[in-house]
């Protein structure tokens, strides 16, 4: 008879599981349904507030979904590193089999590759399948047969193709077998079984005294993550609980709270209570709600959806976080949109890439080419896929190779910006409120993060991608190692897009979805009653107004850290000169550290500076920012490229319907050229300055 561990990690559901659907089949004498609350998340990844609290609220669900099949059973939370645990958990309580879910991106293709290791070593048979994903991601990968990583849905399209379609999902097991240790009966209730499994474990060391805490925790307030200044994490002083002080000490097996890992929600400015709950419950529950509306499936187009929106009345499903957690099977999700669609008898419906099916194939397109860069993909440095740009603030590495942590401080301007941007103090509204719904909610819609990243990268402050995806693998419910990155890569033109003469206009953009301002109103509330004309740009509004609104820009919000259009032909100026180089994070003057200085040497860029008008702390409107002003590059002189009377390639950049492919790359740059080509000499017919500065010329 076979004694099994259930590993759960990336799927905390029951229903549509394939990994434990095989479990339950190998008709266990003994089920252990565990979660390894793993230190390696807790302080090597940064993890900020909320999504800790959707992690735990969504395995107390598992939990009690558990329980609710088996009243003699629960998850089962111990404390510590996987590999340190699972060997003694398969000794002491003689396991035959350990079954989860297949994950081959990021830490886990480390972590699993290790833990399979010592289960053979053990003599325990693993047993894999795949649920987080459609389609295999290995398996697309091996097929691939273009020698370079997936970087478009053409590509992976043809490949799926000819694979078997995803199985329709499952139901959820209607029983589920109780833990019983070695040379027991089955224990007569819950508190019996938790209390003789937790004798079983008596003398495993606790994390928090061997190996301890690493030198480096990303998630502490010194290093600018979301725990307390003085908060202590205290969930790994015990292998299985309770967590001090908040729980009873009878309370083993528990899942951890927030207060055992140093957080609270007010003291890193999150909401109170979660703006998205997490958990399988409420994965469905939403599921079937979108589902109801058979127009809204069947005429789902992402790029059209709205961004001026909150994440308790969103414009899009809002499914993502429960996908990236398992809360809700991806199955489910496709084949339950797909049908919804079918039922509806309106036009207009939509197709890949735009639709629910689409938006699913890029996350497993980003899945693929993590898989087939490896760690690399985190960074620009050793990867293959990301171009190189001499980026400000990149990531620094030490003698042995590695990253160093925390990052050695860059250059004064490009800190100071990044620290604005961070705190959503940049003085431009619509970035500023989209910062600080992110950091309240965990949360903003796609073409929000696509402003951000668009601004902080090639719009405007050119600096590293990795500094943004640093930024979003703290706050965002969502985060994964794949999609993450990949946008990122994505929206600075490193990698699947190379369109980057488009650029978000940081007013005309959003005013396009909402001329009211409803997002800057409620998360820039000093702004609130600002006139439509100028709640996109209060630095225009002239002093009476700005009297008016009781909001005095450079006093009660901030003059903006930039000149908005200089910057941008700056930093297309630099992109250009990017492209024609040619050089990726695997080149060998990129590898070399020469890459930079090449490259800066040919645009005459060195490191940035200020507006000569700096505005300090006085709320004197520096002239570029003045309505009616020609935009001016850091010189003060008058920017041409930058003054344009129509900003229309910087309106907009919806995530485009036809990524670029990898594999004709070299074409498509020919094209893309040849469009940014036409764009400048649509300027040129434009009226021209009498001067221009050496920052302000154009790109």
Not at 43 to 66: A, C, W
Not at 210 to 219: A, F, S, T, W, Y
Not at 528 to 545: G, M, N, Q, R
Request: net charge neutral; with cysteine; glycine share 8%.
């Amino acid at each position: 008879m076979s004694r099994v561990i259930y590993w759960f990690r990336t799927d905390l559901r029951l229903h549509d599981s394939p990994a434990l659907q095989a479990a339950l089949d190998l008709k266990p004498e003994a089920f252990f349904p565990l979660w390894c609350w793993d230190p390696n998340y807790i302080y090597k990844h940064r993890v900020g507030l909320n999504r800790f609290r959707f992690l735990l609220e969504s395995m107390q669900t598992l939990s009690d979904n558990i329980h609710k099949v088996n009243n003699k059973s629960q998850l089962f939370v111990v404390r510590g590193d996987p590999v340190l645990l699972l060997p003694e958990l398969f000794k002491r309580w003689k396991i035959s089999h350990l079954v989860f879910e297949k994950d081959v991106n990021g830490y886990a293709r480390d972590r699993d590759r290790e833990v399979i290791k010592l289960a053979e070593k053990a003599g325990v048979k693993v047993v894999m399948k795949n649920g987080h994903h459609l389609y295999d991601i290995e398996e697309i990968v091996k097929k691939n047969t273009t020698g370079k990583p997936i970087t478009s849905l053409k590509t992976l399209q043809g490949i799926v193709s000819s694979m078997p379609q995803p199985p329709r999902p499952i139901e959820a097991p209607k029983s589920i077998p109780s833990p019983v240790l070695p040379g027991k009966k089955e224990a007569k209730d819950l508190q019996s079984v938790l209390a003789e499994i937790h004798t079983s474990l008596e003398g495993v060391p606790t994390y928090h005294k061997k190996p301890g805490p690493p030198k480096v925790d990303l998630n502490s307030a010194e290093l600018g993550g979301q725990r307390k200044k003085d908060g202590k994490v205290t969930c790994y002083e015990t292998v299985d609980g309770p967590d001090a002080p908040e729980q009873k000490k009878e309370e083993h097996f528990t899942v951890p709270t927030l207060g055992s890992l140093g957080m609270d929600p007010k003291s890193c400015g999150a909401q109170e209570k979660a703006a998205v709950p997490g958990g399988e419950n409420e994965a469905l529950r939403r599921l079937e709600e979108k589902c109801k509306e058979k127009g809204y499936m069947a005429t789902f187009s992402k790029p059209k959806t709205s961004p001026s929106c909150d994440a308790t009345e969103p414009s899009t499903t809002l499914l993502s976080p429960f996908l990236k957690f398992g809360c809700l099977s991806i199955r489910k999700i496709w084949y339950d949109s797909i049908d919804a669609a079918k039922e509806y008898k309106g036009g207009n419906k939509t197709a890949p890439p735009e639709n629910m099916e689409g938006q699913l194939l890029f996350r497993e397109m980003y899945a693929c080419a993590e898989f087939a860069v490896g760690d690399a993909y985190q960074h620009i440095r050793g990867n293959s896929i990301s171009r190189y740009m001499d980026w400000y603030l990149p990531t620094e590495y030490g003698k042995d190779g590695k990253p160093i942590e925390p990052r050695p401080r860059g250059d004064e301007v490009s800190e100071k910006r990044l620290e604005a941007f961070r705190a959503g103090q940049t003085g431009f509204p619509w970035i500023d409120a989209g910062i600080r719904q992110l950091r309240l909610q965990g949360w903003c819609h796609h073409l929000m993060r696509h402003s951000l990243a668009s601004f902080l990268t090639r719009g405007q402050c050119w600096i590293s991608w990795e500094r943004g995806a640093e930024m979003f693998e703290e706050w965002l419910l969502d985060w994964d190692p794949n999609a993450n990155a990949g946008n990122w890569m994505w929206l600075s033109c490193s990698a699947f897009f190379s369109q980057f003469f488009r650029v978000y206009g940081l007013a005309t953009f959003p005013q396009k979805y909402d001329s009211h301002g409803t997002l800057i109103r409620k998360y820039c509330p000093e702004l609130k009653d600002y006139p439509d004309k100028f709640i996109y740009a209060p630095h225009t509004a002239p002093l009476e107004v700005q009297k008016k609104a009781k909001c005095i820009i450079g006093k009660d919000y901030p003059l903006p850290i930039l000149d908005e259009k200089a910057e941008k032909a700056v930093c297309l100026n630099r992109m250009k000169t990017a492209y024609a180089a040619k050089y990726y994070g695997t080149s060998k003057e990129v590898l070399d550290g020469k890459a930079e200085g090449i490259l800066r040497k040919q645009h005459g860029e060195s490191h940035p500076q200020p507006p000569k008008e700096n505005p300090g702390t006085n709320n004197k409107i520096p002239d570029w920012a003045k309505a009616g002003v020609e935009a001016t590059g850091a010189t003060g002189k008058k920017d041409q490229k930058a003054s344009a009377s129509k900003d229309e390639d910087e309106e907009e950049e919806i995530q485009p319907e036809n990524t670029d492919d990898h594999d004709h790359e070299e074409e498509q740059e020919e094209e893309d050229e040849k469009r940014g080509t036409k764009r400048e000499a649509e300027d040129e017919k434009k009226p021209k300055s009498n001067s221009s500065s050496k920052r302000g010329k154009k790109a």
